[in-house]
């Protein structure tokens, strides 16, 4: 495996370890941003934006917008759009639920859809946030055990002769994550409590999920594939924001990454595409700038978005899974997602802008299409495209195992996607 494509893969696994849940992306996110000079803007506040400088933006703790203005007059924009959430399951309140005056377990239910088998028997821990009434108010605090907390242990073959014929998982009862080896109600917030260095009163509310504790792994002949979870979609976020901090904005073109929340559960939130996050972040970007409406009309015609999200790779043990033709691979480079029903905004139009810049770019690419006779995944392009209106394109890496605790995709892909953001910025 070549060293550029192993060193790219491995500074995405690095910051997968370090991102258990949304808010952990955003934060580690807007620090790095920070760091290379881009200034934060507070949503509650004036955007007092100058040509040639770099900003970004954060809503709820886990939706982001980070875009560079150029020193000319802005004439176009570039976003990359994708998203921060993966598929887990949620702490409910008042977690703890006392079994049979033995074990206590975790009260959760599901978000997104996830593949459930592979949860089990694994080390998970939990990571999140909590907010604490602090002397100042209402203070946010972000929380990672990283240890082996708890885990979803299955029953005995003994018990259950028929596991290996397929089951049918209910969260509420086979999916309740042992904590403890003794009925405590109240160990789990007290827990939290101690390591947030709070007493449990001053914890007002949280949301926190469980992740997977299996770390990294490279495999494979010539290590050309590598697992871990949370590939969907922060394989492609964090590619869009990398991307964005390594080029910088030259000629009349703003370029913007657009990190939405939720997208696992429709978007629908405040913090989704289908919110109103990236219109108004626009809105304000123009009126700071003092483009008009005529211009801004000229702007949004011009502009071009790329929504990222992975696909499902041929696997080949289910063959008959993928299209007839469009069979897509790991390693063999950047989808273009299409859908007849608009799942994803590619059309011809949109998919010749960005057929071209690969290949004048050397970038390796294949058509993704779902199986005609299966229904697909859809993704946030088709929902931003609501509240702004331009031309966009549905792209991605194939992989596999979409939606598990442990997913895989291939080493060579992450610096397919890098060249592509990378070259689409530099428009």
Request: charged share 20%; aromatic share 10%; proline share 5%.
């Amino acid at each position: 495996m070549e060293e550029s494509f192993l060193n790219d893969a491995k500074v995405l696994t690095d910051f997968i370890s370090s991102s258990p849940s949304p808010y952990h992306v955003v934060s580690n996110m807007a620090k790095g941003l920070e760091d290379a000079g881009f200034m934060p803007l507070d949503e509650g506040g004036r955007f007092p934006l100058s040509p040639g400088n770099s900003y970004f933006v954060r809503r709820n703790g886990s939706a982001l917008i980070a875009f560079r203005i150029p020193a000319e007059p802005v004439e176009r924009m570039h976003v990359v759009g994708a998203h921060t959430d993966s598929p887990s399951f949620k702490l409910k309140p008042d977690p703890e639920v006392v079994s049979s005056s033995s074990y206590t377990t975790l009260n959760v239910e599901g978000y997104g859809g996830m593949l459930m088998a592979p949860w089990f028997d694994r080390p998970l821990s939990i990571a999140g946030r909590v907010f604490i009434d602090s002397p100042d108010g209402i203070s946010c605090r972000l929380v990672d055990f990283d240890e082996d907390l708890v885990s979803i242990v299955n029953l005995a073959i003994h018990q259950n002769r028929k596991a290996n014929e397929g089951i049918c998982y209910r969260v509420q009862k086979e999916l309740l994550p042992i904590f403890a080896d003794r009925a405590e109600k109240g160990s789990f917030i007290a827990l939290l409590a101690g390591r947030l260095g709070v007493d449990v009163s001053e914890i007002l509310d949280y949301d926190l999920f469980l992740y997977s504790r299996t770390p990294a792994s490279f495999w494979g002949l010539d290590k050309a594939f590598f697992s871990i979870g949370r590939i969907d979609d922060l394989e492609c976020a964090h590619s869009a924001y990398r991307a964005l901090l390594e080029t910088p904005c030259t000629g009349s073109s703003m370029t913007v990454a657009a990190l939405f929340d939720n997208e696992e559960v429709g978007s629908g939130s405040k913090q989704g595409a289908l919110s109103d996050f990236l219109r108004t972040t626009l809105e304000r970007i123009f009126s700071s700038l003092g483009i008009d409406v005529e211009k801004k009309a000229m702007i949004l015609s011009s502009s071009f978005m790329l929504s990222a999200d992975n696909g499902h790779a041929l696997h080949p043990n289910y063959p008959e899974a993928c299209d007839i033709v469009n069979k897509p691979v790991v390693n063999r480079g950047v989808l273009i997602k299409y859908s007849a029903n608009q799942k994803y905004t590619t059309d011809a139009e949109s998919g010749a802008f960005v057929r071209k810049l690969m290949r004048d770019n050397g970038i390796p690419y294949q058509v993704f299409v779902n199986n005609s006779d299966l229904a697909g995944g859809s993704t946030l392009g088709n929902l931003s495209t609501q509240k702004v209106g331009i031309r966009t394109a549905d792209v991605g890496l194939a992989q596999l195992a979409m939606h598990s605790p442990y997913e895989t995709a291939g080493v060579r892909d992450v610096g397919h996607l890098l060249s592509l953001f990378r070259a689409f910025f530099s428009l």
